[in-house]
């Protein structure tokens, strides 16, 4: 299901036609959105540009690039775990025996 993309020659308005098979070399093209009734503005068919999908790879890859360093000061330095199982061990010491 092609889509053709159309500029005007006199003033560069676009516009596009969309069609349910490929169209015949008889494809005739809009009038011009900015000046539909005015001579002169003589729609012509463009290349129309390509779209280029990401992956989710990449669309992660390029927000660690763009927003990577922002992130990290927001957060901070990393937690130290092992201060952290320091502690845990310290208070654990004045608990009960466990039953096993």
């Known amino acids: ?3 053709y993309e159309f500029a005007c020659e006199a003033c560069g308005a676009r516009a596009e036609v969309f069609r349910q098979r490929r ?7 809009p009038p011009c959105p900015a000046a539909p009734d005015a001579a002169g503005h003589r729609m012509a068919r463009v290349m129309s540009g390509f779209a280029h999908h990401l992956g989710f790879a990449t669309r992660l ?3 660690e690039a763009t927003w990577g360093a922002e992130v990290d000061a927001a957060m901070g330095p990393a937690p130290d775990v092992g201060r952290h199982a320091r502690r845990y061990d310290r208070a654990s010491r004045d608990l009960p025996p466990g039953e096993g």
């Open 1 to 3: 299901m092609p889509l």
């Open 23 to 29: 169209a015949a070399p008889d494809l005739e093209p």
């Open 61 to 63: 890859a390029e927000a």
